[in-house]
């Protein structure tokens, strides 16, 4: 029945979501990892690359929209390249505090940034 049809399609997709969880957090663990390289760090901060990440998060309605919604300091933090370049640097830093389970969780929770 199409009842039926609805309800495997449901599990399905949770399935699938629910195998994603364990790569997600395993690619958070090698991207906490990679932040530890001083190296990696220095260009993740680095203000030219900041500032076109921030250009690009400002030219992507939908991404504009995720993250200003997620935190109000990140929705701030975007109308200003010195705010906002400040702002990446104190995510970076907290960042390299956490393993991938955690920063997982903050990402599941709309918080990266905050």
């Not at 998060?57 to 997620?70: F, H, K, V, W």
Request: net charge negative.
């Amino acid at each position: 029945s199409a009842d039926d049809l609805r309800e495997f399609k449901v599990m399905t997709n949770l399935y699938q979501d629910l195998v994603k969880v364990p790569y997600m957090q395993e690619e958070m663990e090698r991207f906490c990892q990679y932040l530890k390289d001083p190296n990696v760090a220095e260009q993740a901060t680095d203000p030219d690359r900041v500032e076109s990440l921030r250009q690009i998060i400002l030219n992507n309605p939908a991404l504009l929209q995720m993250l200003s919604e997620s935190s109000p300091s990140t929705k701030v933090a975007l109308q200003d390249p010195e705010i906002w370049l400040n702002h990446v640097i104190a995510a970076v830093e907290r960042w390299k505090t956490l393993d991938g389970y955690q920063l997982w969780q903050r990402l599941m929770e709309g918080r990266l940034f905050g």
